[in-house]
């Protein structure tokens, strides 16, 4: 295998937050999370409006104290210090760049402001350039660029600073989907090949799923679950993340409630007996790329929804009004702990 900075052992950014909270007057944002990122994650913070993903984010970064706790990096204690000493990097929504500075000024920037001379600084804005694949556009202005470019630009500018960690909010909600992806992309290798974490907040459960090795979801200020993105997504731990991460239905069984993943269950036509079933009504159909998600209203009160191929809707094909019963195997439900709400 050859040697990468991770193999050589020079992985960097390893975070830990001890029992952090955040107050703003009696309103807690975060409360008492502890999480460990080891070094070179890639670590996204996922949870809906409002669950406190900025804030720790901002904690981190240093541009918000937190109200108690401990926050380390690679083994330092960085709770107290100003945001350029705690050796991260933070790459925000609108890239704020200069407008009137050219591309390999902007990303230069913080050298200057450290008082580096100019030709070490342009040299080394070139060597950060040439990383994100825009050494041709160093003499641009940087509305001479697409947004994809501009992206790249606060990448390289945030990159200069050599940090252990680089934290990105909602890095990629300005671009079009053809270029989230790509992008997206792009992040996932600058990662892997500098060894160090990024810590990425975002709304979309594809951007986690597609790009975290390590996935934490937050509700109301806590951290509900984390893990793997395949352990978030196949094993969610409440019917909260069930429901977050989507494609699951939860049901009530009465002494517990399950989650069972909507490509998993079985949808046949007309009302059917059975264990491990529902009677219920279609409520509507949507195609969803990899087949027919079909919703439903299940007569005990509940919605639930199945992913049906597309050959076997096309062979018999559901429409709304009618009846149908959805059945799983007892070894596809997961047992979600607190029940169904
Ligand atoms: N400066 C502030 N003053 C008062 N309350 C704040 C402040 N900043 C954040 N909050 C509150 O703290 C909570 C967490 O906010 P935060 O921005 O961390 O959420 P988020 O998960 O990042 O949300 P979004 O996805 O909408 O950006 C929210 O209830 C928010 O209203």
Redesign the pocket.
């Known amino acids: 295998m050859p040697e990468t900075a991770a193999t050589a052992g020079k992985a960097k950014g390893l975070i830990e937050f001890v029992a952090v909270s955040k107050s ?1 007057g009696h ?1 807690i ?1 975060v409360d008492a999370i502890n999480l460990k990122i080891p070094a070179a994650t890639y670590c996204c913070l996922l ?1 809906p ?8 984010l901002r904690m981190l970064a240093g541009h918000e104290i937190a109200t108690s706790g401990d926050i380390l990096l690679d083994n330092v204690n960085v709770t107290g210090l100003p945001p350029a000493k705690r050796g991260t990097a933070m790459m925000f929504q609108n890239y704020a760049l200069f407008p009137h500075l050219s591309v390999a000024e902007n990303v230069a920037f913080s050298l200057k402001m450290k008082g580096v001379a100019k030709a070490e600084r342009l040299e080394k804005a070139r060597r950060m350039l040439k990383l994100v694949e825009l050494e041709p556009y160093a003499d641009r202005l940087p509305a001479q660029l697409s947004g994809g470019q501009q992206q790249r630009v606060a990448l390289a500018r945030a990159l200069i600073t050599e940090p252990h960690a680089l934290l990105l909010d909602e890095p990629l909600s300005a671009l079009d989907p053809f270029l989230r992806l790509r992008v997206r992309g792009e992040l996932k290798r600058l990662q892997k090949s500098l060894a160090i974490s990024f810590v990425h ?1 975002t ?1 979309s459960q594809d951007e986690a799923l597609a790009l975290a090795d390590l996935v934490v979801l ?1 509700n109301a200020g806590r951290i509900e679950q984390q893990g793997t993105a395949a352990d978030v997504f196949s094993r969610p731990r409440t019917a909260f993340v069930a429901r977050f991460v989507g494609s699951h239905n939860v049901i009530d069984l009465g002494d517990r409630a399950v989650a069972v993943r909507t490509d998993r269950v079985s949808l046949v036509h007309g009302d059917t007996d059975g264990a491990s079933s529902r009677q219920a009504t279609v409520t509507g159909i949507e195609f969803a790329g990899n087949g027919f998600s079909v919703q439903l209203a299940d007569d005990r009160g509940g919605e639930m929804s199945a992913l049906v191929p597309e050959p076997a809707f096309h062979a018999q094909p559901y429409q709304e009004g009618e009846r149908a019963t959805i059945s799983w195997a007892p070894s596809d439900a997961h047992v979600l702990e607190g029940g169904a709400n």
């Open positions: 703003y309103a944002a949870g409006s409002g669950c406190g993903k900025t804030t720790s907040v709304h937050m």
